[in-house]
Every structure is written in C-alpha cells, then in structure tokens.
C-alpha cells in the first residue's frame, strides 16, 4: 500500500470514531506512521484529504456510468450500471460507511447528487427543459441515495436486488410523466 492509500484509509478509522473537528494530522502521521512532511507533501490538511477522498469516490461512480454507458447514455443496460454501483460501493464499504452512515458528510451527499442528476440529463436529455426538471431530478438523486444509504445500515437485512427494482420502478413511473 502506499503512503497516499494508507493516509486515507486511517483518515476513514479516524473519521468513523470521531467528529472530522477532532482529527489532526498530528494523530493521522502517528497513527499511519508516516512524517508530517511527508502528509504535508500530499495534503495541506484534514480537509484535503477528505475531499481527495470524496472526489475519488465520486470519480468512482461515475466511472461505472461511463463505463456502463460506453458513450451511449439514453441507451445504457441500467440493470448493468446498478450491479456495477452496488459492486464499486461493496468495493469501497468502509468509505461509503464512513461518510453516510457514521458521520454523514454533506459535500459527499451533495456532490454524489450532482453526479446523478447529471447522469439523468445524459440518459433523458429530451426532458431536461421540461417544467420542474431540476426538482424532479434532485427528488430522484436524493430517492436513490437513501435507498443506498438505508441498505448500508441494514446490510443484512436489504436485498441489493430489491433496491436495484425500486431504481427502476420510480425511473419508469416518472419518465413517462416527464
């Protein structure tokens, strides 16, 4: 592993016992262990850690959409793009946990958001000048990340697959009233 993963991931340890105020690169270099000039040749702080993490998660996704979509997004296989989700998420539990579950990061949600609705305007880019577009793809954005966030604190008891055919319903009961 190397200096950058390993900063991240006990950045995550950190972040799952105690409020992100508390976390100092202090305790992140001792408990890595790496030196405070190496994480200051990496990160300016705690924050930027944080938001490499976000950003990489998010890039992560949208990852899975490009590669799902293969530059064809109206035409994308969705139950393919589901799977590739849950898979890259079971990938990256303890990120995901992390920052929806055991302190839920606001930047995250918001970002991960924004990367639906613009999905959405990729696969439906015939309904992005219809009334309420924006509203209507924030309600699905936010419908779709709880749904994520619900099977991540009862992962023993949701079925992936069940969440997979909510996804899907609610995109083909709203479509055709789009």
Known sequence: MDT???IKEQFIREYKKKDFALITVKALCAATP?????FYSYYDNTASVKEEIENELIGGLQAVADK??????PNMEFPDFLNGIEDYMKEHWSFFYAFLICQPNHSFVEKWKNAIKGNFGKRYPDKIGIKNYD???EMIASAVIGAYVHW???PETV??????????EILEAVMPLM
């Open 152 to 154: 991540i604190k009862n």
């Open 34 to 38: 790496v030196a405070r000039t190496t």
């Open 135 to 137: 509203l209507i793809a």
């Open 4 to 6: 950058r993963t390993a």
């Open 68 to 73: 799902t979509a293969d530059g064809n997004y």
């Open 159 to 168: 079925q992936t697959k069940e969440i997979k055919t909510l996804i899907t």
